[in-house]
């Protein structure tokens, strides 16, 4: 009996030691060790979801929003969808960045961005417009057609934050489109090339990376109670970290706008900033049997 129980002794602390180990390495609400789904064919970034396969497997209750990412041997796809109008609202009233670290952790200080659409409460020549006509913005929802600029925040030592404009090629051959499908969703499409996540490495496969959907508060309008000033503009912080990237290499970049800082802009404010993180594995395509 003795050495029975010495035994499983022996067996269950290394296996409390292993899941101490793996529940310590994120924090935040994620989906933990899904693998990656291989994409066989090359998904067209159009805003149209018509090439992807339904239901999107990722789902946050909260958001109303559901996501995938999938990826071949080149890059990585991300899609964001949410038929709820308020969500829609949101996301184009305050912007979303997606971040990617190559390292699988739930964190955006050492990892690349992709941000869109942009906030449009750190444009400060709409925020001056807002301000000075406050009764015309102040039940104004959020169009499509606003959201006209995407940055890129990491991507490169030399330019860490790249601005472009939303039919604007750039030269890290980041791709990403957004439009509402026949149903009504607002689809997000991004693709990011596999070479930019993972800059010192030629093979990605079975690695992990965890995407990051961070959807900005919306602030409360010019003029109203608790919706006070707070410019905007991007805010780093702690400065830029230029760390190792791990062991792919690369730019990290910390980084935050003023609306995420404030919390969704005070007591006026109707939606608060989310942060959903999923943990994927780089995936293959399956070998054939001989």
Known sequence: ??????????????????????????????????????????????????????????LDASEKLTYAMTNDADNLYIMISTKDPAEQNKILSGG??????????????????????????????????????????????????????????????DEPIQHYRYDEDNKEGVLVRMNYNSTGDLVYEAKIPLKAVYPKLSHYTGRDLAVGIFIEGIPAPPGSRGGGGGGGGVSIGGGLGFGSFGSGGGVGLSIGTGSLARIGGGKGSPYKPKKIWHVMTVDKPATKPF
């Not at 979303?96 to 400060?124: C, Y």
């Not at 929802?141 to 606003?146: F, H, Q, T, V, Y």
């Open 96 to 157: 979303m960045t997606v971040w990617v670290n190559n390292q699988g952790e739930k964190n955006s200080d050492q990892a690349i961005g992709l941000g869109f659409p942009l906030d449009p409460h750190s444009n400060r020549e709409k925020q001056l417009m807002a301000e000075a006509r406050p009764q015309v913005y102040k039940d104004r929802s959020a169009k499509l057609d606003d959201a006209d600029e995407y940055e890129l925040y990491g991507f490169s030592l």
């Open 1 to 58: 009996m003795k050495n029975y129980l010495f035994q499983l002794t022996a067996f269950l602390i290394p296996l409390a030691l292993m899941t101490a180990c793996r529940s310590s390495r994120s924090s935040g609400s994620a989906q933990e060790g899904q693998p990656g789904s291989w994409q066989k064919q090359p998904l067209t970034i159009d805003g149209n979801d018509s090439d992807w396969v339904k239901p999107l497997p990722g």
